[in-house]
C-alpha cells in the first residue's frame, strides 16, 4: 500500500494570508489527524476526522480548521497567517477511529510551511 | 502544561553500546505509551507501545520499560547503530481519550 502523502512539502506564506494544506491517507484508513511540530514543542494535537465529521479538537484557535472528504482525504486551512506558524505540519491516519490510542497511527513526511 | 516530557533534547552514544531515552508523564490517567522515531524530511514512524498493565515490552533490539509509581517511561536500544541515528518521540494516551499527548523530542546520535 501507498502511504501517507501530503501536498505540498514545502511552502512560503505572507503573514495574513491563509494556506491549505492536503493530506491523502492510506487505502482503507478512516481516521486522519493533523499535529503541528514546532522546536521545543513537540508535536502538538491540531485535529482528528472521522468519516467526514472531526471528532476532537486541540488547543488552537479557531483560525486553524479542518474537513474531510467522503474518500478520507483530508484538509487543513489555516486564516490570517501568523509568523508563529511556521512549523511542521503532520497528517497521521489509521484504520480506526482515534480512541484511546490504541492502534498505530501513520504519518505523512509533512508540510514545512513558513511564514514570512 | 506539558503533560509528557522528555527532558534530554539530545543524547550521544558510541555505536554498539546501550542508547537509554526516558520520558515523563503527569497525567494519571495515561495508560497506554508509544515511541515514534523520526529522520528528518520523514514523518514519525512507530517503534513500539507499551500498555499500563506492563511493565516491559521487547521488540528485537528496542526495549520499553514502564514505571507507573514514577509515571517514568525508558526506551532502550541495544545495540545502538548508527541507523538509529533520529529524533525519538515518546507518546501517551488515556482510555476514551482521542488524541495522543507528544513529547518535545530526544535526538540521538550513535557515533562510529
Known amino acids: 500500500k501507498a502511504g501517507v502523502t501530503q501536498t505540498p512539502r514545502y511552502l512560503i506564506k505572507t503573514r495574513g494570508q491563509q494556506v491549505t494544506l492536503s493530506c491523502s491517507p492510506i487505502?482503507?484508513?478512516?481516521?486522519v489527524s493533523w499535529y503541528q511540530q514546532t522546536p521545543g514543542q513537540g508535536l502538538q494535537f491540531l485535529f482528528e476526522?472521522?468519516?467526514?465529521?472531526?471528532?476532537n479538537k486541540g488547543n488552537f484557535p479557531g483560525r486553524f480548521s479542518g474537513r474531510q472528504f467522503s474518500n478520507s482525504r483530508s484538509e487543513m486551512n489555516v486564516s490570517t497567517l501568523e509568523l508563529g506558524d511556521s512549523a511542521l505540519y503532520l497528517c497521521?491516519?489509521?484504520?480506526?477511529?482515534?480512541?484511546?490510542?490504541?492502534?498505530?497511527?501513520?504519518f505523512g513526511p509533512g508540510t514545512r510551511l513558513t511564514v514570512t | 502544561d506539558q503533560q509528557v516530557k522528555q527532558n534530554s533534547p539530545s543524547l550521544s552514544v558510541q555505536e554498539g553500546r546501550i542508547s537509554i531515552l526516558n520520558c515523563d508523564y503527569t497525567?494519571?490517567?495515561?495508560?497506554?505509551f508509544l515511541w515514534y522515531k523520526k529522520y528528518p524530511a520523514e514523518g514519525p514512524t512507530f517503534l513500539i507501545s507499551?500498555?499500563?498493565?506492563?511493565d516491559k515490552n521487547e521488540d528485537g533490539r528496542f526495549t520499553v520499560f514502564l514505571n507507573k509509581s514514577a509515571k517514568h517511561l525508558s526506551l532502550h536500544i541495544v545495540p545502538s547503530q548508527p541507523g538509529d541515528s533520529a529524533v525519538y518521540f515518546c507518546?501517551?494516551?488515556?482510555?476514551?481519550?482521542?488524541?495522543?499527548?507528544f513529547g518535545q523530542g530526544t535526538r540521538l546520535t550513535i557515533n562510529p
Open positions: 507518546a501517551a494516551s488515556a482510555q476514551g481519550a482521542q488524541k495522543l499527548v
Open positions: 497521521a491516519s489509521r484504520e480506526g477511529q482515534l480512541t484511546s490510542g490504541r492502534s498505530e497511527q501513520y
Open positions: 507499551i500498555s499500563s498493565i506492563k
Open positions: 487505502s482503507g484508513h478512516r481516521s
Open positions: 497525567n494519571s490517567m495515561f495508560d497506554y
Open positions: 476526522y472521522f468519516s467526514e465529521t472531526q471528532r
